[in-house]
Nanobody, 125 residues
């Protein structure tokens, strides 16, 4: 059973930064995509960023390009989401997800088969 545990959420003022972590309970040997999603109250879950193990390729939603960075540490089985220049509209519950096996980077929630419990990010103006 694969478990994903997020951490690093919290409350910050607009313009601040947070670094989210997602630790996997096992090491992935198959090609996989690791994604970050978020869901605000009353809104659908949306993809924020993703990284593919095969070529290290990344994906970012237009709303976070230039502000968020996704990275991975294979030795620690951990994926990170560095969030800078945070805005109130970034407020949401952030989820980490894994798509295993994957042959390309996943950009939709339906492509992911393992999910964490989420970590809350609140940005005040």
């Amino acid at each position: 059973q694969i478990q994903l545990v997020e951490s690093g959420g919290g409350s910050v003022q607009a313009g601040g930064s947070l670094n989210l972590s997602c630790a996997a309970s096992v090491r992935f040997y198959s090609s996989h995509s690791m994604g970050w999603f978020r869901q605000a109250p009353g809104k659908e879950r949306e993809a924020v960023a993703a990284i593919y193990s095969g070529d290290g390729g990344t994906y970012y939603a237009d709303s976070v390009k230039g502000r968020f960075t996704v990275a991975r540490d294979k030795d620690k089985n951990t994926v990170y989401l560095q969030m800078n220049s945070l805005k109130p509209e970034d407020t949401a519950l952030y989820y980490c997800a894994a798509s295993i096996p994957a042959f390309t980077i996943g950009t939709m929630a339906s492509e992911y088969n393992y999910w964490g419990q989420g970590t809350q990010v609140t940005v005040s103006s």
